[in-house]
C-alpha cells in the first residue's frame, strides 16, 4: 500500500466508526469526548488487537488481511458499497463476491417496476430467479403470483413448461442465449455452488439444457429483441434492455418495451382484460 492508500484508509475508518452509536451495540454513552465507537471497541467486535487497529487507524498498522478486513467491516455494519470501498482503499481491487440469494425487493423498486405500465419488466436474481414483476409482466410472460416460489426461475419456465416454449418464435436460439447469459450472471456473482446444483437439475429434466450446457458459451444479458406469440393476442414484440441494480449485485431488472404502437395497443387490451 502507498502512504497515500494507508492514510486514506485510516481516516475512512474513522469516519465509519464515529457514525456509530455505541448504545445500539450495548456500550455506554457515558463520558465519550467524540461521538461514535471507541476504536477498543472496534477491535472487540472484530477480534482483533486494540494496539494493531490503532495503529491501523493512524495509518501505521501496515495492510491488514482480507480476513481482518472483512470483521472489521462487519464490526463498524458496513453496507456492501461500503465494504468495496474499503477494500479498494486497502487493495486496490473490490472484495470478492460472497453470493447471498436475496429475499426479496424493495417497495421502492416495486413500485418503479410498476410505473411501467405497458413494458413488462422484471427484477431477477443472479441464479435468474424471477423475485419482482409488474402487471405487464404478469400478462405477457407468465403470472408468476400462481407459480409456486421454487417454480419462478426462468430457466425452469423455459426448459420444463411446454407453454412456455411454444410461446418463442425462436425458441432454440432464444434458450441458447438464456443458458450462457445466466452462466455468466451467476458466476459474477460468486452462486458456483449455485448455479452447479441448478444446472445438474435440469441437466436431467431437459436434454435440451444438458446439451446448451455442455457448449460452455457465456454472453452479456444487455440489449437485444424478443418475439413471442401470445395464445390471446398472436405475435408480440419486444426489444429489452438489462440494468444492475445499484448496490445490489444479486439482482437484475430486465424492460421488454413494446416495439411498435401495435405490440402497445395488444398489452393494453390484455391489461383491460385482466382488471
Given at each position: 500500500?502507498?502512504?497515500?492508500?494507508?492514510?486514506?484508509?485510516?481516516?475512512?475508518?474513522?469516519?465509519?466508526?464515529?457514525?456509530?452509536?455505541?448504545?445500539?451495540?450495548g456500550f455506554s454513552n457515558a463520558r465519550r469526548r467524540?461521538?461514535?465507537?471507541?476504536?477498543?471497541?472496534?477491535?472487540?467486535?472484530?477480534?482483533?488487537?486494540?494496539?494493531?487497529?490503532?495503529?491501523?487507524?493512524?495509518?501505521?498498522?501496515?495492510?491488514?488481511?482480507?480476513?481482518?478486513?472483512?470483521?472489521?467491516?462487519?464490526?463498524?455494519?458496513?453496507?456492501?458499497?461500503?465494504?468495496?470501498?474499503?477494500?479498494?482503499?486497502?487493495?486496490?481491487?473490490?472484495?470478492?463476491?460472497?453470493?447471498?440469494?436475496?429475499?426479496?425487493?424493495?417497495?421502492?423498486?416495486?413500485?418503479?417496476?410498476?410505473?411501467?405500465?405497458?413494458?413488462?419488466?422484471?427484477?431477477?436474481?443472479?441464479?435468474?430467479?424471477?423475485?419482482?414483476?409488474?402487471?405487464?409482466?404478469?400478462?405477457?410472460?407468465?403470472?408468476?403470483?400462481?407459480?409456486?416460489?421454487?417454480?419462478?426461475?426462468?430457466?425452469?419456465?423455459?426448459?420444463?413448461?411446454?407453454?412456455?416454449?411454444?410461446?418463442?418464435e425462436d425458441w432454440e436460439s432464444m434458450a441458447r442465449?438464456?443458458?450462457?447469459?445466466?452462466?455468466?450472471?451467476?458466476?459474477?456473482?460468486?452462486?458456483?455452488?449455485?448455479?452447479?446444483?441448478?444446472?445438474?437439475?435440469?441437466?436431467?429434466?431437459?436434454?435440451?439444457?444438458?446439451?446448451?450446457?455442455?457448449?460452455?458459451?457465456?454472453?452479456?444479458?444487455?440489449?437485444?429483441?424478443?418475439?413471442?406469440?401470445?395464445?390471446?393476442?398472436?405475435?408480440?414484440?419486444?426489444?429489452?434492455?438489462?440494468?444492475?441494480?445499484?448496490?445490489?449485485?444479486?439482482?437484475?431488472?430486465?424492460?421488454?418495451?413494446?416495439?411498435?404502437?401495435?405490440?402497445?395497443?395488444?398489452?393494453?387490451?390484455?391489461?383491460?382484460?385482466?382488471?
Amino acid at each position: 500500500m502507498s502512504d497515500q492508500s494507508v492514510q486514506l484508509l485510516g481516516a475512512y475508518l474513522k469516519d465509519c466508526r464515529g457514525r456509530l452509536d455505541p448504545a445500539s451495540f450495548g456500550f455506554s454513552n457515558a463520558r465519550r469526548r467524540t461521538p461514535g465507537l471507541r476504536r477498543e471497541e472496534v477491535a472487540q467486535r472484530a477480534n482483533i488487537s486494540a494496539t494493531w487497529y490503532t495503529w491501523l487507524e493512524q495509518g501505521r498498522g501496515g495492510a491488514p488481511s482480507t480476513e481482518v478486513l472483512n470483521r472489521i467491516a462487519q464490526s463498524l455494519l458496513m453496507t456492501e458499497p461500503e465494504r468495496e470501498h474499503l477494500f479498494m482503499l486497502a487493495f486496490g481491487h473490490p472484495p470478492e463476491v460472497i453470493y447471498r440469494a436475496p429475499e426479496g425487493v424493495t417497495p421502492r423498486l416495486q413500485r418503479l417496476l410498476d410505473t411501467l405500465e405497458f413494458s413488462p419488466a422484471i427484477i431477477k436474481t443472479a441464479t435468474w430467479d424471477v423475485l419482482a414483476w409488474n402487471r405487464a409482466a404478469a400478462v405477457v410472460f407468465t403470472d408468476y403470483s400462481l407459480l409456486p416460489v421454487e417454480e419462478r426461475n426462468i430457466l425452469r419456465l423455459m426448459f420444463c413448461r411446454q407453454g412456455v416454449r411454444e410461446r418463442q418464435e425462436d425458441w432454440e436460439s432464444m434458450a441458447r442465449f438464456v443458458v450462457a447469459a445466466f452462466r455468466a450472471d451467476a458466476i459474477r456473482a460468486g452462486a458456483a455452488s449455485e448455479v452447479s446444483k441448478l444446472a445438474e437439475e435440469l441437466c436431467v429434466l431437459s436434454a435440451d439444457f444438458a446439451r446448451f450446457w455442455r457448449d460452455n458459451d457465456v454472453r452479456v444479458h444487455g440489449e437485444g429483441s424478443k418475439r413471442l406469440h401470445h395464445p390471446m393476442m398472436g405475435l408480440i414484440a419486444l426489444e429489452y434492455s438489462g440494468f444492475a441494480v445499484d448496490g445490489r449485485p444479486d439482482l437484475g431488472m430486465v424492460i421488454y418495451n413494446p416495439a411498435t404502437a401495435e405490440d402497445t395497443d395488444k398489452i393494453r387490451v390484455l391489461l383491460e382484460g385482466n382488471d
